[in-house]
């Protein structure tokens, strides 16, 4: 069965920045893409970031040159680097892994405020 648990959310002042860890378990990692969504209060859920098991990435539109996504598939990991963080960017972020349907982590919460 396929767990994904976030981790290093919390509260960071605006123009700062966090990293999000997920890890998985329960099959194979490495040939699947994985990477992060997130939610605001009131808001449809939405890409943030994905890598395949290529390297390669896709962001959305409003995280681009800000966020990096990255993976180590040896210990089965995907994080998420957040830079010069924005109010905007406040939300629930979920780890997920592009499997069958594809699956979710928990989620984790982010806030960005003064």
């Known amino acids: 069965q396929v767990q994904l648990v976030e981790s290093g959310g919390g509260l960071v002042q605006p123009g700062g920045s966090l990293r999000l860890s997920c890890a998985a378990s329960?099959?194979?990692?490495?040939?699947?893409?994985v990477g992060w969504y997130r939610q605001a209060p009131g808001k449809q859920r939405e890409l943030v970031a994905l890598i395949t098991s290529t390297g390669s990435t896709n962001y959305g539109d409003s995280v681009k040159g800000r966020f990096t996504v990255s993976r180590d598939n040896a210990k089965k990991k995907v994080y998420l680097q957040m830079n010069s963080l924005k109010p905007e960017d406040t939300a629930v972020y979920y780890c997920?892994?592009?499997?069958?349907?594809?699956?979710w982590g928990q989620g984790t919460q982010v806030t960005v405020s003064s």
């Open positions: 997920y892994k592009a499997q069958s349907s594809g699956y």
């Open positions: 329960g099959s194979i990692f490495s040939i699947h893409a």
